[in-house]
């Protein structure tokens, strides 16, 4: 039988220490957190918040903390340099969700088809997916579902379904194209002098071009170059 001790610190904390086996911490916070500490192969610490979470945190060649919440979530966070913070979730559908908090909350998910999930919830949900191509894709839900892809060639596509396909590109020149599939095909160019050029091509190639000085243009090229 090991020795227990429990003291109450000055800021409110409460530790309960124990040696059976290794060296176990309880600690209570005044914000309701509970840590269960124990060193038996590394530091474990099992936090239980208001909210119902269980967190436990392990450094085995790093911290590690596992968090299992009420929806069945359980939740894998490393430390392997101790600068960037990455959570390793299984769903129970299997998905795999590795999260790194470097500028905020970013989600990598690995599904059994290879896929890898890069989500990041700044604003919204965002979902970086890197194929087996080499195609990054960038998921957004805030109001519809937006793919952000990096192509070999520097290319960067952002698609978004809210009543059709559309495609953000930003070339290497710093051209940024929005294209959209409704009926047709759509470009939504904006170019370092601030044109905006909206281009279509349902039967013909339409460009609307909003200039510094508020002008609209519309170009379609059927046979020919139109200027409205």
Avoid at 12 to 31: E, P
Avoid at 188 to 195: P, V
């Amino acid at each position: 039988m090991g020795c227990s001790t429990s003291s109450t610190t000055s800021d409110g904390l409460q530790h309960l220490l124990t040696t059976s086996g290794g060296l176990q911490h309880l600690l209570t916070t005044s914000g309701g957190l509970q840590h269960l500490l124990t060193t038996s192969g590394g530091l474990q610490h099992l936090l239980t918040t208001s909210d119902g979470l269980q967190h436990l945190l392990t450094t085995s060649g790093g911290l590690q903390h596992l968090l299992t919440t009420s929806d069945g979530l359980q939740h894998l966070l490393t430390t392997s340099d101790g600068l960037q913070l990455q959570h390793l979730l299984t769903t129970s559908g299997g998905l795999q969700h590795l999260l790194t908090t470097s500028g905020g909350l970013q989600h990598l998910l690995t599904t059994s088809d290879g896929l890898q999930h890069l989500l990041t919830t700044s604003d919204g949900l965002q979902h970086l997916l890197t194929t087996s191509d080499g195609l990054q894709h960038l998921l957004t839900t805030s109001g519809g579902l937006q793919h952000l892809l990096t192509t070999s060639d520097g290319l960067q596509h952002l698609l978004t379904t809210s009543g059709g396909l559309q495609h953000l590109l930003t070339t290497s020149d710093g051209l940024q194209h929005l294209l959209t599939t409704s009926d047709g095909l759509q470009h939504l160019l904006t170019t370092s002098d601030g044109l905006q050029h909206l281009l279509t091509t349902s039967d013909g190639l339409q460009h609307l071009l909003t200039t510094s000085d508020g002008l609209q243009h519309l170009l379609t090229t059927s046979d020919g170059l139109q200027h409205s």
